[in-house]
């Protein structure tokens, strides 16, 4: 037997394995790029817009095409066209965030988006032209809607906006038709989607046409607009179906996740865009609706929800994300913890407020308080404390809860003493103090490990021996093996 190894070892690996690993991403090149990418429009838009520093933003499943249209623009405009590597977050979100790496002036973003509104850079968006047999498609919405007195809302994914407008329809010809094809600012937003209702139709009278696969487009319409009946045409299988009660469903375990929330005592906002308009209002309004309600809050900043990476964090209870309409909904079952989204932390922590009638909202710009209309408030200064201070029966356990939350409003900080270090804290305007009341000291002081033990002068001195030298993967006396 020879004591030489015949091949390498798990620490001996050099990394070429990764680097010549190859991903399953489709990305095919179109013919037409002048039509597929319009060019034409959006060079007149750098040139009038006097952009000098432009950046582009490609779906995976468009990156073939990416170098050849930077450059085409380049040539055309004379200009700085950059390409956006690795998005932080959801590709239908705006990367800002990259751009600003790079000084740009205007983001052109194409492919699929949720449209969301930005914060900071102008954004030109660019959908693609998907095929699409017209014909086909007014054919099966004539065998689905025979009954012509039935209000319609149109919807599409974005990739075929531009051929709904050429869409002939029998019904079209009516007033029954609603077209949310072309999301406006100043028209009622739901879901993503515009639409102007005509008067004396409401939405629940309605049903909803949407042309596009599936996708988190149309899971956000399905869960948003759960009280229409929904209708899809996929234009690739070119099939239309009525889609069934999976919706229901999927309320269901939504409902589940607000159950689990209003059990949460330490809740983690999860950051996961820096895009999208108001997220900052948005996480400093979750901040006080958190606070308000007795509990406590981390916030958390991640690019892409890591399971591994999130399951660190045992002291927190429950996730709240801060995202896009179409990357909020997170099936968290495979998450250590529960991961909500901001309405439905709103549902878990001030339900005293209002109670949950089915209706589902994913746009969180909706939750702020100059938006809304349900005179709203934090309660902050409420001495009465609300139901949700009380022992409430939980559904998740089947037992009553009775939580032992802090005061929000104690801000003196006189007389409090630390069970930690057993010292009477005068004043919270110190390290010290903060360290003890926040979130953080608070789990040091009730969890049993706090790292190892030092036993000064407990334990027997131990003989001092020289290590080895090198590296793992070849040790000083191991080279000769």
């Not at 404390?385 to 032992?404: A, C, I, K, M, W």
């Not at 009341?437 to 490990?449: A, D, H, P, V």
Request: hydrophobic fraction near 30%; aromatic fraction near 8%.
């Amino acid at each position: 037997m020879s004591g030489e190894a015949n091949g390498p070892t798990a620490f001996a690996d050099d990394g070429q394995a990764v680097i010549e690993r190859t991903i399953d991403v489709k990305s095919e090149k179109h013919a037409d790029l002048n039509t597929f990418y319009e060019i034409d429009r959006t060079v007149d838009y750098i040139i009038k817009g006097g952009y000098e520093r432009v950046t582009l933003q490609f779906p995976d499943e468009l990156l073939a095409d990416a170098a050849t249209v930077a450059s085409e623009l380049r040539a055309r405009t004379k200009q700085n066209i950059f390409i956006l590597a690795d998005t932080s977050y959801g590709s239908c979100c705006v990367d800002e965030v990259a751009a600003e790496h790079v000084g740009a002036d205007l983001i052109i973003h194409y492919g699929r988006s949720c449209l969301s509104p930005t914060s900071h850079l102008p954004v030109l968006y660019v959908f693609g032209q998907e095929n699409i047999d017209l014909d086909n498609c007014e054919e099966q919405f004539e065998n689905l809607f025979p009954d012509t007195t039935t209000p319609i809302i149109v919807m599409c994914d974005v990739e075929y906006s531009y051929a709904v407008e050429q869409q002939k329809v029998s019904s079209n010809e009516t007033d029954n038709d609603v077209d949310a094809t072309n999301p406006v600012p100043e028209l009622p937003r739901k879901g993503g989607r515009s639409y102007d209702l005509p008067e004396g139709v409401s939405l629940e009278s309605c049903s909803i046409f949407f042309i596009g696969e599936e996708s988190l487009t149309l899971t956000n319409i399905l869960m948003v607009h759960n009280k229409c009946q929904v209708y899809t045409y996929d234009p690739k299988k070119r099939q239309a179906r009525k889609e069934t009660v999976q919706v229901n469903k999927m309320l269901m375990k939504r409902y589940y996740l607000v159950q689990k929330a209003k059990d949460a005592e330490t809740i983690g906002i999860v950051v996961g865009t820096l895009g999208v308009g108001s997220y900052m209002e948005i996480i400093d309004h979750l901040k006080k609706v958190i606070s308000a309600s007795g509990r406590k809050s981390y916030t958390f900043v991640m690019g892409k929800l890591n399971v591994a990476k999130m399951a660190n964090f045992m002291e927190v209870d429950c996730y709240v994300l801060v995202a896009c309409p179409e990357n909020s909904l997170i099936d968290s079952k495979e998450f250590y913890r529960p991961i909500v989204t901001p309405f439905e932390l709103e549902l878990a922590v001030v339900s005293f407020t209002y109670e949950w009638t089915g209706d589902y909202v994913t746009d969180f710009s909706r939750l702020l308080p100059n938006l809304r209309t349900d005179d709203f408030t934090y309660d902050e200064e409420n001495d009465e404390g609300s139901s949700d201070e009380e022992p409430h029966f939980s559904l998740v356990t089947g037992q009553y809860r009775s939580t032992n939350r802090t005061n929000s409003n104690n801000n003196d900080g006189e007389g409090l003493t630390s069970k930690l270090t057993d010292l009477t804290i005068r004043s919270n305007n110190n390290t010290i103090s903060r360290l003890l009341n926040s979130t953080s000291g608070e789990y040091l002081k009730n969890r049993t490990f706090r790292g190892l033990e030092q036993n000064l002068g407990q334990d027997e001195a131990g003989t001092i021996q020289e290590g080895r030298s090198g590296i793992a993967r070849g040790y000083s006396d191991e080279r000769d093996l």
